[in-house]
């Protein structure tokens, strides 16, 4: 049988091209995981990987949705190897079970994950400059201004939560982080 795997690396990515490709190579089964590629708890892999048998073919799109540290990498195709089952990276070609095949296979994985560090590393040097900058702040900008909240707070000495709520948007976990926030300044 020939398998076939998807990996998006955050929920809200989408899998559809890794399977529509999946789907024009033919593939009998297909499993997908939103799982970091960092990370080897990811589910549906790991239950591909009880399936798959002697002679089974596993079908990825790329190399980097089958495994990003080479040490992982390295021993999956091993493991899947000693099973009897071919490999296919579509982007790289069919991985075969010969020193040249484990060979190139290794080195292109090492980029991989080279290629992944550098990333991170990039990413990291742009959040360290972009703290030097008296405008930055961490995570996602604030929906509701310092005002609209303090507004909202002075509402709950004449409203419940729900009502300052349907008033002004504003939910009430966030009212009352900001409450507890106003009351630790005040104390």
């Given at each position: 049988m020939?398998y076939g795997?998807?990996?998006?690396s ?5 899998l559809t091209?890794?399977i529509n490709?999946?789907?024009k190579e033919?593939?009998d089964a ?5 799982f970091?590629?960092?990370k080897t708890?990811?589910?549906e892999f ?10 089974d ?15 992982d ?11 009897g ?16 095949g484990?060979?190139i296979f290794?080195i292109?994985l090492?980029f ?10 990039r ?5 360290a ?6 405008s ?13 909240i303090?507004?909202a ?6 409203y419940s ?6 008033r002004?948007?504003i939910s009430?976990?966030t009212?009352t982080?900001?409450?507890?926030l106003?009351e630790?300044k005040?104390?």
């Amino acid at each position: 049988m020939k398998y076939g795997y998807a990996r998006v690396s955050t929920k809200g990515q989408d899998l559809t091209s890794q399977i529509n490709t999946l789907k024009k190579e033919n593939c009998d089964a297909i499993f997908s995981d939103k799982f970091t590629g960092t990370k080897t708890d990811r589910p549906e892999f790991q239950r591909l990987l009880t399936v798959l048998k002697n002679n089974d073919t596993l079908v990825v799109t790329k190399l980097d949705r089958f495994a990003r540290s080479t040490s992982d990498g390295i021993n999956v195709i091993k493991h899947l190897f000693e099973q009897g089952v071919k490999v296919h990276i579509l982007n790289m070609g069919l991985v075969e079970n010969t020193p040249t095949g484990r060979l190139i296979f290794n080195i292109l994985l090492s980029f991989s994950e080279f290629e992944r560090d550098l990333i991170v590393e990039r990413t990291q040097e742009g959040k360290a400059i972009a703290k030097l900058k008296d405008s930055y702040t961490e995570g996602r900008p604030k929906k509701f201004s310092r005002k609209q909240i303090k507004h909202a707070l002075s509402l709950l000495n004449e409203y419940s939560y729900k009502e300052v709520v349907e008033r002004t948007g504003i939910s009430k976990s966030t009212l009352t982080r900001a409450k507890k926030l106003n009351e630790k300044k005040h104390s």
